[in-house]
């Protein structure tokens, strides 16, 4: 009896040993969201020379092939973001995807890339419109076709769309609704995320590549900033989203982001290439009046920094203090798309969102602030860079682009017109 009395009380204390164990192993898997420790930080990693290596030696073959394209123009960078998004796209559709469930759905995956492109042709169409139709002259047969979608296109989209309903509806599988209706639900969360940031930056891209090219740069200035602060000084954790984030890295990272957009605006503001607006899809040599933005001007320096300079005046392009509120964006505010991310990941319990890139994760890693800056910079300059009232030459040139040789003449008849008939009035 007391023999097993004995064995019942040494074999008792096991079960709660048996959950301590998996309870420290579930909080161990993710150590950074339950508690920042020193040697989370950047500044204690071991292997951080190394990691740094190959994140140098990746950014570099990045930025290399980013000016290649750069240098071949505003067409060959809307391809670039077109490839990028399709592979942000397969990453995110990769998150979720569960090879069983798969097995039993064949065609799923394909109705997956039906809704991407079913967007694609819409948001592109609708951005492009205009580039496309003019791409063709008026005699071909292709400026017929490219007038006919353009009428009809969003009833194209829109019975495409249908189309990918009813399959999905179709494909539905008992025992299987659950799975389906969330992989529904997340396609076209990606979509809207995806599109709506690539939207933006296709849209900067034809406005001129500088206000494409400068609000990305800003961000990787920011990030590789924010990486070598932290890496030599950060001591201070700033976000249990992003363990290895420091206050140190992101105080630093914000000041040289905002110094760096005053000048970079300046060196990229003397390039037309980069400044002209491009309204049509070819890839020839631009020159246009870039206009009063782009043009130098003479600012007078307060008398408490003359004091200590030899120069009481500099030239300033006036774009330089538009990107002063951009360089402040991307450094105080466009950082959060990166937390965002974080908290995403650790939700999934992922590092990265792919392996694409070394040392960076995938295409989704690099674009998460991104995201946030495109949108920006677009609404920025519609709303504080663009005129309100538009001169006459915008005002000629949208016509001609837009209207047919048949339709300006009778246009030009119209204003003929309306001119005699004020003339009378006035003489009346």
Not at 53 to 81: D, E, K, N, P, Q
């Amino acid at each position: 009896m007391n023999a097993k009395l004995m064995e019942r009380d040494l074999q008792s204390p096991k079960p709660s040993s048996v959950r301590s164990r998996h309870h420290r192993k579930s909080t161990e898997a993710f150590p950074d969201v339950v508690k920042l420790n020193a040697g989370d930080l950047l500044l204690n990693d071991q292997n951080k020379y190394k990691s740094m290596w190959i994140r140098t030696y990746s950014s570099v073959w990045m930025l290399l092939g980013f000016i290649a394209v750069v240098y071949l123009g505003h067409l060959y960078l809307w391809g670039m973001i077109v490839i990028i998004q399709i592979l942000m796209t397969s990453e995110l559709f990769n998150l979720l995807r569960q090879a069983h469930e798969d097995r039993r759905l064949p065609g799923f995956r394909l109705l997956n890339w039906h809704f991407f492109f079913t967007a694609m042709l819409y948001v592109y169409g609708r951005i492009l419109g205009q580039q496309i139709r003019h791409a063709v002259t008026p005699e071909k047969v292709f400026y017929k076709l490219a007038t006919s979608f353009m009428k009809y296109q969003m009833v194209i989209c829109y019975f495409l769309y249908i189309a990918g309903f009813m399959w999905f509806i179709l494909t539905l599988k008992k025992k299987m609704y659950k799975y389906q209706f969330s992989q529904y639900a997340w396609t076209h969360m990606i979509l809207i995320v995806v599109f709506t940031q690539s939207a933006f930056t296709a849209a900067n891209i034809f406005e001129g590549i500088f206000w494409f090219l400068l609000p990305a740069a800003l961000i990787a200035i920011n990030d590789v900033a924010a990486y070598f602060f932290g890496f030599f000084f950060g001591k201070t954790p700033l976000i249990k989203l992003s363990p290895k984030k420091t206050w140190e890295g992101f105080i630093g990272a914000s000041v040289t982001t905002v110094i760096s957009a005053f000048f970079l605006a300046k060196i990229l503001g003397r390039y037309q290439w980069l400044t002209c607006p491009r309204r049509d899809l070819s890839t020839g040599w631009l020159e246009c009046d870039p206009g009063p933005i782009f043009k130098p001007e003479i600012f007078e320096l307060p008398e408490e920094i003359t004091r200590w300079l030899p120069w009481k005046e500099i030239l300033v392009l006036p774009v330089q203090w538009h990107a002063l509120c951009l360089g402040l964006f991307a450094s105080v505010i466009a950082p959060f798309g990166g937390f965002f991310a974080s908290g995403f990941k650790r939700a999934f319990k992922i590092k990265d969102f792919g392996g694409s890139i070394p040392g960076h994760g995938g295409f989704t890693d690099r674009m998460d602030c991104q995201m946030v800056m495109a949108v920006f910079a677009y609404i920025y300059h519609q709303s504080f860079v663009i005129p309100q009232c538009y001169p006459v030459e915008i005002l000629l040139e949208q016509i001609l682009r837009s209207l047919t040789y048949e339709e300006q003449e009778l246009l030009l008849a119209k204003v003929k017109e309306a001119i005699v008939a004020r003339h009378m009035e006035l003489i009346n």
